[in-house]
């Protein structure tokens, strides 16, 4: 890849950052916090004030959309790596197609649809989906309404913290896919439920390189990383994903590089950095899904380990 990613996370990372996060402006505004007022609403927290059950007419998404998914829902286009995982792990004979950047799981036999930011929207129209899973940033909001406007149902994820990112996905797998909750949900929930005891640090999250692009405010992974005893140094940039001057950088004392969407590497990145760098994967530091079972111990081992 040579050139910046358009909206890099979470969940795959092909793709330069939409600072909105698909923020509406309308009567059903959500706030700075990703919040809704409407009768609906979320709270700060994430948390749905309705019963967040179906109706006749469907069932909202992170966005407030009332999404017209069927009583029954057999098949399922995924537009998002970590939701088709997280399809995948709980009802696997549901996905009928998903991006060629779904990599999870292994030997994932569905019907490829390109890529998030370019899918072939007349294969998925021919694929016939009840449900399409997609995401507010990942995503582009054309692609979203023209599927929409050939009458498919599309269901918008948007969290940017952890307990945001399990309400999501329980709402997706429950009231989306008429799916019970999980198992590996109630783990991942377990996991990420223990606060960080322990001595904090302040890091750089670069994305990208040539030019340089880092992990700004208000972000997933900044709060992954929050959760695991580390601050981010660009939390108060006025982008979610800015470029950055390397040279003239907030004080911090490390450097987390993912493998996406730049695949940064020991050898290619660190030598960039005075601070000490440390090579993660970007899958359990970007997506939210099954991953986040394992994420939390495996991250906390290699920020301790390098």
Same mark, same amino acid.
């Given at each position: 890849?040579?050139?910046?990613?358009?909206?890099?996370?979470?969940?795959?990372?092909?793709?330069? @950052? +939409?600072? %909105?996060? &698909?923020? !509406?402006? *309308? $009567? /059903?505004? #959500?706030? =700075?916090?990703?919040?809704?007022?409407?009768?609906?609403?979320?709270?700060?927290?994430? @948390? +749905?004030? %309705?019963? &967040?059950? !179906?109706? *006749? $007419? /469907?069932? #909202?998404? =992170?966005?407030?959309?009332?999404?017209?998914?069927?009583?029954?829902?057999?098949?399922?286009?995924?537009?998002?790596?970590?939701?088709?995982?997280?399809?995948?792990?709980?009802?696997?004979?549901?996905?009928?197609?998903?991006?060629?950047?779904?990599?999870?799981?292994?030997?994932?036999?569905?019907?490829?649809?390109?890529?998030?930011?370019?899918?072939?929207?007349?294969?998925?129209?021919?694929?016939?989906?009840?449900?399409?899973?997609?995401?507010?940033?990942?995503?582009?909001?054309?692609?979203?309404?023209?599927?929409?406007?050939?009458?498919?149902?599309?269901?918008?994820?948007?969290?940017?913290?952890?307990?945001?990112?399990?309400?999501?996905?329980?709402?997706?797998?429950?009231?989306?896919?008429?799916?019970?909750?999980?198992?590996?949900?109630?783990?991942?929930?377990?996991?990420?439920?223990?606060?960080?005891?322990?001595?904090?640090?302040?890091?750089?999250?670069?994305?990208?390189?040539?030019?340089?692009?880092?992990?700004?405010?208000?972000?997933?992974?900044?709060?992954?990383?929050?959760?695991?005893?580390?601050?981010?140094?660009?939390?108060?940039?006025?982008?979610?994903?800015?470029?950055?001057?390397?040279?003239?950088?907030?004080?911090?004392?490390?450097?987390?590089?993912?493998?996406?969407?730049?695949?940064?590497?020991?050898?290619?990145?660190?030598?960039?950095?005075?601070?000490?760098?440390?090579?993660?994967s970007g899958r359990l530091l970007t997506w939210y899904g099954p991953?986040?079972?394992?994420?939390?111990?495996?991250?906390?081992?290699?920020?301790?380990?390098?």
């Open positions: 890849m040579t050139s910046p990613p358009a909206v890099p996370f979470p969940g795959s990372s092909r793709g330069p @950052a +939409r600072d %909105d996060l &698909g923020a !509406r402006s *309308d $009567s /059903g505004a #959500r706030t =700075d916090s990703g919040a809704r007022t409407d009768s609906g609403a979320r709270t700060d927290s994430g @948390a +749905r004030t %309705d019963s &967040g059950a !179906r109706t *006749d $007419s /469907g069932a #909202r998404d =992170d966005l407030g959309d009332l999404v017209p998914v069927p009583a029954v829902v057999r098949r399922v286009v995924s537009l998002v790596p970590s939701l088709t995982e997280s399809v995948a792990a709980s009802a696997p004979e549901l996905l009928v197609g998903a991006t060629d950047w779904c990599s999870h799981p292994p030997g994932l036999a569905v019907r490829r649809v390109r890529g998030t930011k370019n899918p072939d929207l007349a294969a998925i129209g021919a694929l016939a989906p009840d449900l399409v899973c997609a995401n507010a940033e990942e995503n582009r909001a054309e692609d979203l309404a023209a599927l929409r406007a050939a009458g498919l149902a599309v269901w918008v994820t948007a969290p940017t913290t952890v307990p945001a990112a399990l309400r999501s996905l329980d709402r997706l797998l429950r009231l989306g896919c008429g799916l019970a909750r999980p198992d590996w949900l109630d783990a991942a929930e377990q996991v990420w439920a223990e606060p960080f005891r322990g001595e904090r640090r302040r890091a750089i999250i670069p994305i990208w390189r040539r030019p340089w692009m880092a992990v700004g405010r208000d972000t997933f992974t900044g709060d992954v990383l929050a959760r695991l005893g580390v601050d981010n140094a660009l939390a108060g940039s006025e982008q979610r994903y800015p470029r950055v001057d390397i040279a003239a950088l907030p004080p911090h004392d490390l450097v987390v590089l993912p493998d996406e969407p730049y695949a940064f590497s020991p050898s290619d990145g660190p030598e960039s950095f005075e601070a000490r760098a440390v090579c993660v991953s986040l079972v394992q994420a939390r111990a495996d991250l906390a081992n290699a920020l301790a380990s390098q």
